[in-house]
Nanobody
Framework: QVQLVESGGGLVQAGASLTLSCAAS????????MGWFRQAPGKGREFVAA????????FYGDSVKGRATISRDNAKITVYLKMNSLKPEDTAVYYC????????????????WGQGTQVTVSS
């Protein structure tokens, strides 16, 4: 069964940095664009970042632009999201996704999802 497994979430103070990881279970994922979304309580799933299969292009949501860096290691079939200068409004469950069929920013266009990892930023 295809799996995406996120890790690295936790409780941090505002201003801190955090790196999330997403490990894929199959090598085919090294050929897929991959991305990160987040969902805060009571809100919809928000696009955070995406990266092409080669890592040559990256895309960011407006709320994290300048504070987030997405990267990948295809040898390890793993994608990373580093977030700097974290704010309380970054508190959410962060989801890894793979294999989009259309608009990278639209969550419904992604084919595979992880179970999510909670990030809580205290003020």
């Amino acid at each position: 069964q295809v799996q995406l497994v996120e890790s690295g979430g936790g409780l941090v103070q505002a201003g801190a940095s955090l790196t999330l990881s997403c490990a894929a279970s199959e090598r085919t994922f090294s050929r897929y664009p991959m991305g990160w979304f987040r969902q805060a309580p009571g809100k919809g799933r928000e696009f955070v970042a995406a990266i092409t299969w080669s890592g040559g292009s990256t895309f960011y949501g407006d709320s994290v632009k300048g504070r987030a860096t997405i990267s990948r290691d295809n040898a390890k079939i793993t994608v990373y999201l580093k977030m700097n200068s974290l704010k309380p409004e970054d508190t959410a469950v962060y989801y890894c996704a793979a294999d989009p069929e259309g608009d990278y920013t639209h969550y419904a266009d992604w084919g595979y999802w992880g179970q999510g990892t909670q990030v809580t930023v205290s003020s």
